[in-house]
């Protein structure tokens, strides 16, 4: 869908640098979360966002930082990559206050090495 | 614990066969329970959520409150359903996801 895109969708950095993910929503929406998939675990919360400056953290909140300071944007920081950071991080939204449904951006592939 | 469980890894079944991918859950009450499917390297994309009742790609899903399950079957599978299917729930602020199911449709 339209309307949420995740930047950079692919990348590659060292054990110990920082790395920002992007989610980018231009539907206004208030609700925003960042998720991660690995193998045999499926989807895991990180964090989401419930308005500017409101956030709150999922159950693998260790190591990730997260900040919203305009609706639009949603950015997930990671202080010091770890090697067990590498994955595909999925942000989404919520359209519809009174559904749980979410929709989804593309994915950003994260590599730690 | 809250918790979606999807016992099955793994699914592979051929072409033309009924396919069921299971999904338990442990929530009290009448949780919100989705299915979500992702083809290969995609984005995930809703399939069905219970309330709708909508019938998406031939596929359905009935919640059985006595058996706190919302299976996801499909009478006749094709090659172009393999994909991982996740069950999914509402927890209140965010959706809780099943470990999911590859689901191999082979010709």
């Known amino acids: 869908d339209a309307g949420i895109t995740q930047s950079p969708r692919h990348k590659v950095t060292e054990t110990g640098t920082p790395v920002t993910l992007r989610c980018h929503q231009t539907e206004n929406h208030r609700y925003m979360y960042w998720y991660r998939q690995d193998p045999g675990h499926g989807l895991r919360l990180i964090h989401y966002s419930y308005g500017v400056k409101d956030t709150d953290k999922g159950e693998v909140s260790d190591g990730y930082s997260v900040s919203r300071s305009k609706t639009e944007d949603f950015l997930l920081t990671l202080e010091s990559a770890t090697s067990s950071q590498t994955s595909v991080y999925f942000c989404?939204?919520?359209?519809?206050?009174?559904?749980?449904?979410?929709?989804f951006g593309e994915g950003s592939r994260l590599t730690v090495l | 614990a809250q918790r979606v469980t999807q016992p099955e890894k793994l699914l592979s079944v051929f072409k033309g066969a009924p396919v069921e991918l299971k999904c338990n859950y442990s929530?009290?009450?009448?949780?919100?329970l989705f299915w979500y499917v992702q083809y290969s390297r995609q984005r995930l994309q809703l399939l069905l959520r219970h309330i709708s009742r909508e019938s998406i790609k031939g596929f359905t899903a009935d919640l059985n409150k006595g058996e706190t399950s919302f299976h996801l079957k499909k009478p006749f599978a094709q090659e172009e359903d393999s994909a991982m299917y996740y069950c999914a729930a509402n927890s209140g602020y965010a959706l809780n996801f099943g470990k999911g199911t590859s689901l191999l449709v082979t010709p």
């Open positions: 989404a939204i919520r359209r519809h206050e009174d559904t749980g449904e979410l929709f």
């Open positions: 929530y009290s009450g009448s949780p919100e």
